[in-house]
């Protein structure tokens, strides 16, 4: 049966009255509301992008105040209860932001302020981009976050946050002012660089480690209208799709351009598809022009606002489609004919053998940007990368597929073609990396002592740890 099923069912047998949740019924204020199995709330809270995200949990809490936050995992911190925290419940894992435990969404917190004398807006940890997208659209102002619709502020930017401006501003790591956050003894406690450099560092890649986010404050950049959007190719087209991503990818040096380009596999054959952008209403000569002289097979890049940009991303699955999913991040030194050809030889290996258990998706996501991308924050000021000394290109495999019977399979082939492809040695990336990858690989064997003696002073009784994602 499919989660969602039992969700709608509330197969959960002994869940109205398990102890966890009434105490926090009892406890939390009005602001707070607790949902069990069968009410449409709770069915909301628990949901994600990726069916094989979801767990059947108890009871969903959505939150209303960061003293109620610092109550719920009080009660949570003292009756040992397993827990998981939702912002845009993209998580590609299972169980970093689902449970059997206690569901906590953070939707309650959905304030956006852009303060124009700071050029800082503050986010809510429950948004999600498209909505902060569409407020700060109208204010003329933008913010460095997701590229498609659907994706939460709070996961990206723990995690570190590619974003269309990454180019001219960083990562979202880079961007963040301030994090509101409600550490595991309860108290709300705003985190700056001034306040606790470690924590602050720590913060910037390090998730869930640290207690439960509420609030970010986010750098303002000024935001006009955009060029971009989406195009799919025949595979008849691949010499061109190729010559064109591999000039892209070394010659075009405008940190306006943007691109994601893709190399897919379904349905029995290779689908070439892109993400273009650019950070003005019009692209100069010579920077899409290879990709668009290819007759496309859908072609939608148009200028309109940013808002409108993510929002015509059409997602490739949704929780309602039931697919399961596994990302995975092949970090790569650079995009020459030789390494995209690496990709061109996986996705015709992986596409028929996957497709022989069920694939529905194979696809491998080119991520091109500038030398110069890790050079918008000092050296040393976030966990993620654990290096600044050079860029590894964030290359995504994302696999889909409906049985769960069939998950070794596809989380084997998610390992075995990063173990084939990345750069020995460079940084994974926490919000593409499998659930089993060491932290050191992605923070450094410097940057996980930092997290854990940070971790240390600030969860002394691991609280966090009754929450899954990447522990330090
Ligand atoms: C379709 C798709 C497109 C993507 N595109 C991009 C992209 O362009 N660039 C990029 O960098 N990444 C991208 N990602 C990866 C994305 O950054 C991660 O999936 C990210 O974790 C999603 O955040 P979320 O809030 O939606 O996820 P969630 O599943 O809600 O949370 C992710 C993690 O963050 C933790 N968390 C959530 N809220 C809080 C909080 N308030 N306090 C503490 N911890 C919290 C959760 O416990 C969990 O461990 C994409 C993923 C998908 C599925
Ligand atoms: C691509 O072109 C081939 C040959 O013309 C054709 O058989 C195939 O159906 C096309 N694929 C798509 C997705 O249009
Ligand atoms: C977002 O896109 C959908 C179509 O995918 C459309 O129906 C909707 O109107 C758009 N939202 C806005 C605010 O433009
Ligand atoms: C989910 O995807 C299916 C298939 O692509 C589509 O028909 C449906 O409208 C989507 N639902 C949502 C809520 O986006
Ligand atoms: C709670 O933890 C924070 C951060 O470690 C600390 O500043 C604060 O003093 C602690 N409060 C209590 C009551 O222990």
């Known amino acids: 049966m499919l989660p969602t099923t039992a969700l709608l069912l509330g197969l959960t047998g002994t869940t109205i009255g398990f102890h966890g949740c009434q105490l926090i019924a009892d406890e939390v204020s009005s602001a707070t509301d607790v949902y069990y199995p069968g009410s449409s709330s709770y069915i909301a809270d628990n949901e994600h992008y990726a069916t094989s995200s979801l767990q059947v949990s108890k009871c969903s809490v959505e939150p209303g105040s960061a003293d109620d936050v610092g109550i719920i995992l009080g009660i949570l911190g003292k009756m040992k209860t397993p827990f998981g925290i939702k912002g845009g419940g993209h998580a590609t894992n299972q169980g970093f932001s689902s449970t059997i435990g206690v569901q906590i969404a953070m939707t309650r917190f959905n304030e956006i302020t852009y303060d124009s004398a700071t050029q800082t807006a503050v986010i809510g940890a429950g948004n999600i981009w498209d909505d902060v997208y569409e407020t700060l659209d109208a204010q003329g102002v933008n913010v460095v976050g997701g590229r498609v619709t659907g994706i939460g502020v709070a996961g990206f930017t723990l995690g570190g946050g590619y974003s269309w401006l990454s180019n001219q501003y960083g990562l979202a790591v880079d961007n963040v002012v301030a994090y509101e956050l409600v550490v595991p003894n309860g108290t ?157 030889d996986e996705v015709n290996f992986w596409g028929p053998v996957l497709s022989a258990h069920g694939a529905f998706y194979v696809d491998y996501a080119i991520e091109p940007f500038l030398p110069s991308l890790l050079t918008h924050a000092p050296v040393g000021s976030s966990a993620y990368p654990g290096s600044r000394d050079h860029v590894a290109f964030p290359t995504n495999v994302n696999l889909q597929w409906l049985s769960e019977s069939e998950d070794d399979v596809f989380h084997d082939a998610a390992r075995q073609t990063t173990e084939r492809l990345r750069a020995e040695g460079e940084p994974m990336y926490p919000n593409y990396a499998i659930y089993d990858t060491p932290v050191a690989d992605m923070f450094g064997e410097v940057g996980v002592k930092r997290m854990e003696a940070t971790r240390e002073r600030v969860d002394p009784h691991g609280v966090m740890m009754l929450t899954g994602g990447f522990k330090v």
């Open 188 to 344: 709300a406690v705003t985190v700056t660089e001034g306040s606790d450099p470690d924590l602050f560092f720590s913060l910037k890649g390090g998730g869930n480690n640290y207690g439960i986010v509420t609030r970010f404050t986010l750098k303002t950049h000024q935001q006009g209208a955009v060029w971009g959007g989406l195009a799919a190719y025949n595979a008849s087209y691949i010499s061109a799709f190729t010559a064109a991503a591999v000039k892209f990818c070394s010659e075009v040096t405008d940190p306006k351009a943007g691109m994601i380009i893709v190399y897919g596999y379904t349905s029995g054959q290779v689908i070439l598809s892109t993400q273009m952008f650019y950070d003005g209403p019009d692209p100069p000569d010579g920077i899409f022009d290879d990709f668009l002289a290819i007759p496309a097979l859908a072609l939608d890049a148009v200028t309109r606002s940013f808002f409108d940009l993510i929002n015509s991303t059409v997602p490739a699955i949704n929780a309602s489609t039931g697919y399961r999913t596994v990302y995975n991040h092949i970090p790569t030194l650079k995009y020459s004919t030789s390494s995209i050809e690496g990709v061109i």
